[in-house]
């Protein structure tokens, strides 16, 4: 089945700079990566998406970029702020031989130190 | 207002005595599933539901029974719980499949002593 890994387990950045995490995965027929976010006691909750289709996608702050021939995906999150601290879940959809499920990365807990 | 909601919140419970958590959504999505949260781990799926009594294995579901007879709830059993199944339960939803956002529940914490 597919397999998510992410790196780093752990980033702390300063209040202003750029966050980076990156996703690989095993499965070539995947074709589905969200992001989620998750913060202290709370449920997790989509902070955005890319299809197989895209190399690229953008909200505000937030951006994802996808290179199939490698198999990674990452999350840029610009001017960050106190608020981006959370943990972040990046996730892949299997192909149809896999199920209808989704494999998530062990999370990455991002600092944005003020 | 639109959501999932899960029960119990948390749970503290011994060795083999049975235990069902609900779940229920009042989105009329299609699709529902477990996951269990694990430190270093991520969120591992358990058991979904692709429709009323349509429900297949996720990546560890030993341990685990699901059922789904009406499209709103999907609750977890645990025959036997174990040690082993300690951790952050959350259930999750979606208008079609796993391909749309997941809705998460607030999530439900078990010990198993």
């Known amino acids: 089945g597919e397999n998510v890994e992410q790196h780093p387990s752990t980033l702390s950045v300063q209040e202003g700079d750029s966050a980076v995490i990156k996703c690989t995965y095993s499965d070539s027929a995947s074709n589905y990566f969200p992001w989620y976010k998750q913060e202290l006691g709370k449920r997790p909750q989509l902070i955005i998406d890319i299809r197989s289709n895209v190399g690229e996608k953008k909200d505000q702050r937030i951006a994802v970029t996808l290179n199939k021939t490698a198999k990674h995906f990452s999350l840029h999150i610009t001017e960050t702020q106190p608020e981006d601290s959370a943990v972040y879940f990046c996730a892949a959809s299997g192909s149809n031989n896999a199920g209808n499920m989704l494999t998530f990365g062990g999370g990455t807990r991002l600092m944005v130190k003020p | 207002e639109a959501q999932v909601t899960q029960n119990p919140r948390y749970l503290i419970t011994v060795t083999g005595k049975k235990l069902t958590v609900t779940c229920s959504q009042n989105m009329n999505h299609e699709y529902m599933s477990w996951y269990r949260q694990d430190p270093g781990l991520g969120l591992r799926q358990i058991y979904y539901s692709m429709n009323v009594e349509v429900t297949d294995k996720g990546d560890v579901p030993e341990g685990y029974k699901v059922s789904r007879k009406e499209k709103r709830n999907f609750p977890l059993i645990l025959e036997s719980p174990s040690p082993n199944q300690t951790s952050l339960y959350f259930c999750?939803?979606?208008?079609?499949?796993?391909?749309?956002?997941?809705?998460f529940g607030p999530g439900t914490r078990l010990t198993v002593l």
């Open positions: 999750a939803s979606s208008f079609r499949d796993h391909t749309d956002t997941q809705y």
